[in-house]
């Protein structure tokens, strides 16, 4: 098997958060499955605690000055060591890479692009395909991988060309006690993490539908919300405290959650985990959730169909009314056998489909066909008539 | 640049202080290359122009175009080509126009000309990237005119050269270097007139020339993958007969038939523009998957029967769709 000297080059310099991500962990899967060597290139903006994680990971701290961007210092790194990437890694369909996508193929034209889109419908629909640099820097991505079945639909139609199917997962030795969940060990408690507040994540939603559905309920449960809370957000609780008081001590804001086995014992107990966002790419804190056997409740953002297996393990909710949310939040709660059973169904979905190190084998087989393809298989040309 | 006219003809002024450049002799009465059916030098109802009172007048509004002397002579230089076709005959003719730049006013004067010799002649400017082409018959048009720097496809190009029936002619035209190597059997024989970075290439269409670029065509291109196509298909008959079969457990099965459904995703792609089920690539795409994900599970010891049952669904579903469209 060819083992590759992997690189990862970011749009904007990296933050330790973002070590744990799909940009970086679905990499980094990669290289522990077929790579020689992994190297981070981006301009360093703060301590990076979470590379501990990343055995045998290198980070590249770019120089970077006022007039030398972050950018502009990777496309010199990569058009110096070219030649020793053979697969460069970026991430989002982002203008910024163009000059990383040249500078990187002008100096080895043997090397292999991989463009991980983490897109969205609406993004999809906005990309300048008819401005020939950025058409060019997407022709030289030699594989382009997408992480929604919807999106992907799009694009094959918007762009003509292969864009694979490769979703967030989860990089399962990151997890290792996570196979060790149990029904049992679950809690009634509806989880959802992300950073509250903010306009994308519509927190609100939740928390009022939790308090609509909340006098409905047969049993007591328990709202958990983890991450960083805007200022916003902080007053939209301080004041549905004031208005729910009863209510609001079943609702936990436990603040962000930055270690793992921290974070692990928030989803080893919910029953539910619940999605509100307006808008997503496809969240990394789905498979999280799902390899403990959550069930999701989903607002209808492009990948709730892979999320809920087309409705099979989970609940979208095609509105962003509080009642509508409430309502499924509420048949989820009162159906416990459901939820039970979902369980094993949910966890073993996430380890067929969303497991990173099956998607690495992946990668791997599609780097395969792309070089038998391109040094003596077949060209289709792109035939217009 | 001027254009000067006389009694010989009309001329492009070379202000240089050399001879000025002849372009189009003025037409005698007996001249038979010259038999359109407008008044050649003089109507009778002064209030119509002759054909040779409006061939000045273009010219002239040519030269208006432009405050360049090289593109005001390109473009006499081509004006002056297509009257001498236009009016070699009375037959109506057909002129294609292959990326020519529009909205410089020239594709006006040119039709308008065109029209003027004989309403029952047209003109269609098309662009490469467009799919008009297709809508063209083989051997049709009389005259094919092409920028050569606009024209981004080398198929496309070949395309046009079919559609000029034998005895027609082909000129091409660039302000540059001709852009595809390949283009040398059209442009060696052809006649050649340059001025400044300027040139015009002339040349008659035979079927010689048709044979030489009809295997470019895209109609060969489309074939050649239509022929892929059946290819893959064929190799892939003991993978789709596995929805047939209760269970199967070859690993080598399912890499190889991952590589052929990539190769069949490439190919239906590159037809994509003429395919009416156009979900057939991304049906191919999540089929290959799956494909893959039960290679990797068999290979790496885990159960694969889950995806083998998908693999078997999607095939199961995709075969009628492709035996519709093919």
């Not at chain 1, 056998?337 to 099956?358: A, C, D, G, T, V």
């Not at chain 2, 202080?17 to 003089?42: F, S």
């Not at chain 2, 080509?81 to 410089?104: E, H, V, W």
Request: one cysteine or more; proline letters at 5%.
């Amino acid at each position: 098997m060819k083992k590759y000297n992997l690189c990862f080059v970011p749009a904007y310099p990296l933050q330790n958060v973002q070590l744990m991500k799909d940009r970086v962990v679905f990499p980094y899967a990669c290289f522990k499955c077929f790579g020689k060597s992994f190297t981070i290139v981006s301009q360093a903006v703060e301590d990076y605690p979470y590379l501990s994680y990343l055995d045998g990971a290198l980070f590249c701290a770019l120089s970077c000055t006022d007039t030398i961007s972050h950018i502009h210092a990777a496309a010199e790194y990569v058009a110096e060591h070219a030649l020793e990437i053979d697969l460069l890694f970026l991430f989002g369909p982002r203008v910024e890479y163009i000059e990383v996508a040249k500078a990187y193929k002008e100096n080895n034209s043997n090397g292999r692009i991989y463009l991980k889109l983490d897109a969205n419908a609406e993004l999809m629909n906005a990309l300048p395909l008819d401005h020939a640099p950025y058409a060019d820097f997407l022709s030289s991505c030699d594989i382009i991988s997408c992480e929604a079945l919807l999106v992907q639909q799009l694009i094959y139609h918007k762009w003509q060309r292969k864009v694979e199917y490769i979703p967030n997962g989860i990089y399962l030795p990151f997890y290792t006690d996570a196979l060790s969940a149990r029904y049992s060990d679950k809690e009634n408690v509806i989880l959802t993490v992300g950073r509250l507040g903010t306009e994308q994540k519509n927190s609100h939603l939740l928390l009022y539908a939790f308090a609509c559905a909340y006098p409905y309920l047969k049993e007591p449960w328990d709202l958990v919300m983890v991450g960083s809370l805007t200022d916003e957000f902080k007053e939209i609780v301080a004041s549905f405290s004031k208005e729910f008081p009863q209510i609001a001590k079943h609702i936990h804001l436990t603040g962000s959650i930055t270690d793992k086995a921290g974070l692990s014992l928030e989803y080893r107990r919910a029953k539910i985990f619940a999605l509100s966002s307006l808008i997503e790419g496809f969240p990394n804190v789905y498979a999280e959730a799902g390899v403990y056997g959550c069930t999701i409740l989903t607002t209808a953002i492009d990948a709730a169909p892979d999320m809920t297996d087309f409705g099979r393990l989970g609940k979208t909710v095609d509105s962003f009314e509080v009642m509508p949310y409430s309502k499924a939040l509420l048949e989820l709660c009162q159906n416990q056998r459901y939820l039970e059973e979902n369980f094993s169904r949910m966890r073993q979905y996430i380890l067929q489909y969303f497991n990173y190190e099956k998607s690495a084998e992946q990668l791997r087989l599609l780097l395969e066909f792309e070089t038998e393809r391109t040094e003596g298989g077949v060209s289709y040309e792109h035939i217009e008539q | 640049m001027n254009i000067l006219s006389n009694e010989q003809g009309i001329y492009l002024e070379n202000t240089s202080g050399k001879d000025n450049i002849l372009l189009i002799p003025k037409p005698d009465y007996d001249n038979l290359q010259n038999l359109t059916r407008k008044p050649l030098l003089r109507s009778y109802h002064l209030s119509f122009p002759s054909l040779w009172d409006k061939t000045v007048s273009c010219a002239q509004a040519i030269a208006g175009l432009s405050k360049e002397p090289t593109v005001t002579a390109g473009a006499e230089f081509i004006f002056a080509a297509l009257y001498a076709k236009l009016t070699s005959n009375s037959q109506r003719k057909s002129i294609l126009c292959l990326d020519m730049p529009t909205g410089n006013g020239l594709i006006e004067i040119l039709h308008d000309f065109i029209v003027f010799v004989n309403p029952a002649n047209s003109m269609m400017a098309l662009s490469s990237r467009s799919c008009g082409l297709s809508a063209v018959q083989d051997r049709s048009c009389h005259i094919l005119l092409c920028c050569l720097e606009q024209c981004a496809d080398f198929s496309a190009l070949c395309d046009a050269v079919c559609k000029v029936r034998p005895g027609g002619f082909l000129l091409f035209y660039t302000f540059g270097q001709p852009s595809f190597p390949g283009l040398s059997f059209l442009l060696t024989p052809a006649k050649k007139l340059s001025y400044g970075s300027f040139t015009l290439y002339e040349t008659a269409s035979d079927t010689n020339l048709f044979s030489q670029a009809a295997p470019y065509t895209t109609d060969a291109k489309t074939e050649k993958t239509l022929n892929d196509i059946a290819s893959i298909v064929d190799s892939l008959l003991p993978f789709f007969s596995l929805s047939e079969t209760p269970q199967t457990a070859d690993a080598s099965l399912y890499l190889s038939s991952a590589r052929l459904l990539s190769d069949l995703e490439n190919a239906l792609l590159s037809l994509y523009d003429l395919l009416e089920n156009t979900e057939l690539p991304l049906l191919v795409n999540r089929l290959k998957r799956e494909t893959m994900y039960c290679y990797i599970a068999m290979t790496g010891g885990d159960d694969y029967i889950p995806y083998e049952n998908k693999v078997k669904q999607q095939c199961a579903a995709l075969i009628p769709l492709l035996e519709q469209e093919f």
